[in-house]
């Protein structure tokens, strides 16, 4: 019926709009962007219909075309407008999934730039797929960085606790001191002992004239301890 009518008249625009809900919501999402591609043609500025055009294409997994609407939204947008950043957030995660993962980290990092801090939610998932991208890439430094910021903010954030922990492995001795120290033990002491028990560490509390440090002995099976 919806198809009659822009056939009849093309220049009816909510009918297009119309449409392309019918047929997402038969499942037909790569037929719904399709149709809403073409409303979108005499209303190209149009950020709410362009954000919804990335959706229909992402559910369709078409992550080319998804990325390429999201790029619309970024041009016709202000910088630290909230459909802007989401965008590029969306950018850098599309990348990220692709594969290119020094693409992503660097979209991502411009996302963290642009976001306020206020954005809980959107701070955690930048810094959550920096860390991610940089995990690919060997950066092991930059990766415990952005994950130790995630979980700061949100300590049971997707698998935040694993991703912290295992980026702690291949620190030396003295190294995973001085960082739990840097975080803040406080802070982190379920985190500290988690590591120090799965790496086989014994750790111990060391008086100082202003606090207390943490620091690490080695593994057990060097100093002899049970």
């Known amino acids: 019926m919806l198809e009659s009518v822009i056939q ?3 220049s ?35 950020v709410n219909l362009w954000i919804r055009l990335a959706n229909l294409y992402r559910t369709a997994g078409d992550n080319t075309k998804q ?3 999201w ?16 965008a590029v957030v969306q ?10 993962y020094e693409e992503a980290v660097s979209i991502l990092n411009k996302g963290a730039d642009l976001c306020p801090l206020t954005d809980g939610a959107t701070v955690k998932s ?22 130790a910021r995630v979980y700061e903010m949100d300590r049971s954030y997707k698998d935040i606790r694993n ?18 120290n840097r975080m803040g033990k406080d802070e982190f002491t379920d985190l500290a002992v988690s590591i120090v028990s799965k790496l086989g560490y014994q750790m111990t509390s060391v008086g100082t004239v202003n606090d207390t440090d943490i620091k690490v002995n080695g593994k057990q099976e060097e100093t002899g301890a049970k």
Do not use: C, M, W
Not at 73 to 83: F, G
Not at 126 to 147: D, M, N, S, T
Not at 163 to 180: G, H, P, V
């Open 67 to 69: 990325a390429e609407a």
């Open 126 to 147: 930048i810094h959550y797929y920096i860390g991610r991208g940089y995990e690919e890439l060997g950066r092991k430094p930059e990766a415990r960085a952005a994950f």
């Open 8 to 10: 009849l008249d093309p």
């Open 12 to 46: 009816f625009l909510d009918a297009y709009e119309s449409l392309s809900h019918a047929l997402s919501a038969k499942g037909e999402h790569a037929r719904a962007a399709e149709i809403l591609s073409q409303r979108l043609a005499t209303d190209k500025r149009n």
């Open 163 to 180: 991703l912290l922990r295992e980026s702690y492995e291949l620190l030396t001795d003295d190294d995973l001191a001085e960082e739990l």
């Open 71 to 86: 790029k619309t939204v970024t041009e016709i947008t202000p910088d630290h407008d909230s459909n802007h950043i989401h």
């Open 91 to 100: 950018l850098g995660k599309i990348a990220y999934a692709e594969g290119h």
